[in-house]
Structures are given as structure tokens and as C-alpha cells.
């Protein structure tokens, strides 16, 4: 072979293996990028699955008093005939629209983990601080409508013991502190539905129709200074000299307590 075939054929190999060596830097160029390219997703995924369990309490809290406050937004007070909760002062007592904004403006930059970033520190803070003013403007208006409800049907139920021998009387009596019981538990806490709701006052239809039925044998006057102290309090004047005498006589004048609203 001559020294010119030679030298083609060295040139050719040394051409196929540069072939050879570009086409496998570039497969493994590409691999890396892949690579590179699914650590960014990763890195992504758990940013927005650590941002999901920050605020996934705070949010949850707020739909739920948030849920209760509507509700009840649309119950309304027998006597008053308004809705037995008010309305809410966003401007006064929370607005997080502001600072959601601004956490969605720092989160779309990629600037920084936004995890960790001030703007979404401020907005689990102010959706908390927002869940918990609203949920104690509705638990107070709530307590104090059951309140009232309680005014209409509560007596002190150490006055049973005078009729308790009574078989027939018994049984009212009992039935009156079993409803007081689910009365009570039903409404410790802010209703989720309006089946809860309904539930709630058709016990306190039930204990208005039980009280009637109850037979204390006090004086009436008696009977609405008893049913005044266990609701909202009795006024000054209800304190009559009747009242002062079935007091000391059938109960313990030293239980009661005066006090100035």
C-alpha cells in the first residue's frame, strides 16, 4: 500500500472516531441537561409542596370559621329579627388580599425559595391573625345568642328535689335534664350546617314545651327572678320582698350575687 493510502486511511479513522466522539458528547450533553432539567422539577415540586403544608392549617382553619360565620349570617334572631351574627370589618380586624398579591408577585420571579420568603411568612401570619379575629366575633355572637335562647327554658334544677317523689313529675323532670344535656352538648361549639342549626333550636322549642310542663310550685314572680338569674341576670326590682322570702325560706339567699352590667 502506498504512503498516500496509508494516509487516507488514517485520516478516515481519525474522522470517524471525532464523528464518533461528538455524537456520544452530545448524547451525554443531552442526558445532563435532562438530568438538570429534573432536579429544577424537583427542586420546584417540594418549594410548592413546603409552601402547601405551611399554609394548609391556617387556610383550613379560616374555611372552617369562615363557613360557620355565613351560616349563621343567615339565622336570624327571633326577637330582633336580625341575623344573630353581625357583620365583619375586614378592614378593621384582617385584609390578606395585599399581601397574597404580593407573594404571588416574589413566587412568580423565582428570585429566592419563596418558602422561606418574608411575603409568604406575612401571609400565613395574617390569614391566622384573620381565622382567629373572625372566628371570636362569631363564637361571641353565638354564645351570646344561646344565651338568650337558654333564658326562655333554664331553671335551677335543685328546685326538682320538692316534686321528685312524683312518679309523673319524675319523669318530666328527667326528660327536661336530658334535653338540657343535648341542648348543651349540641351547642358548644359553632355549627357547620344547617341541619346542626336546626337541630339546635328544635331542642329549644322541645325544652320551652318541657318547662311549661314542669311543676316547681313557686310564686310567679319567684319563678321569673329564678328564670332572669340562670339567663342574661335579674334586675334590682325583680328582687321583690316575695322573692327575698321564698329565698330564704326554700333556698340559700347567699348563692346569689349583685352585680353592676
Same mark, same amino acid.
Given at each position: ?30 442526558? $445532563? ?12 415540586? !417540594? ?5 402547601? &403544608? ?18 349563621? &349570617? ?55 391573625? $384573620? ?14 345568642? #344561646? ?8 331553671? !335551677? ?18 326528660? =327536661? ?10 351547642? &358548644? ?11 339546635? #333550636?328544635? $331542642? ?46 326554700? !333556698? !340559700?339567699?347567699?348563692? =346569689? ?5
Amino acid at each position: 500500500m502506498s504512503e498516500v493510502s496509508n494516509s487516507e486511511a488514517v485520516t478516515a479513522n481519525t474522522s470517524e472516531e471525532i464523528n464518533v466522539f461528538a455524537r456520544r458528547s452530545g448524547e451525554f450533553k443531552a442526558r $445532563l441537561e435532562r438530568h438538570q432539567q429534573l432536579e429544577k422539577a424537583q427542586e420546584i415540586r !417540594d418549594s410548592l409542596l413546603l409552601v402547601a &403544608r405551611k399554609i394548609d392549617t391556617p387556610a383550613k382553619k379560616l374555611a372552617q370559621i369562615l363557613t360557620s360565620y355565613l351560616l349563621l &349570617r343567615q339565622v336570624y334572631d327571633s326577637v330582633s329579627g336580625e341575623p344573630i351574627v353581625g357583620l365583619f370589618d375586614r378592614k378593621t380586624f384582617g385584609h390578606p388580599q395585599a399581601l397574597l398579591t404580593a407573594f404571588l408577585q416574589q413566587y412568580e420571579a423565582h428570585t429566592y425559595d419563596v418558602a422561606q420568603a418574608q411575603e409568604f411568612t406575612l401571609l400565613v401570619l395574617e390569614i391566622e391573625r $384573620l381565622a382567629s379575629a373572625l372566628n371570636e366575633h362569631t363564637s361571641t355572637a353565638w354564645r351570646e345568642y #344561646i344565651c338568650t335562647l337558654k333564658a326562655q327554658w333554664e331553671v !335551677d334544677q335543685r328546685l326538682f328535689s320538692n316534686l321528685a317523689h312524683q312518679e309523673g313529675q319524675r319523669k318530666v323532670q328527667q326528660y =327536661y335534664i336530658d334535653l338540657v344535656a343535648q341542648f348543651t352538648n349540641s351547642s &358548644r361549639g359553632l355549627p357547620k350546617t344547617a341541619d346542626e342549626v336546626e337541630a339546635i #333550636i328544635d $331542642l329549644h322549642e322541645q325544652l320551652c314545651h318541657q318547662r311549661d310542663a314542669l311543676s316547681l310550685e313557686v310564686p310567679e314572680d319567684v319563678n321569673l327572678f329564678l328564670k332572669a338569674v340562670a339567663g342574661q341576670g335579674a334586675t334590682l326590682d325583680m328582687l321583690t320582698e316575695k322573692v327575698r322570702t321564698w329565698l330564704a325560706n326554700e !333556698d !340559700d339567699p347567699t348563692r =346569689y350575687r349583685i352585680k353592676r352590667l
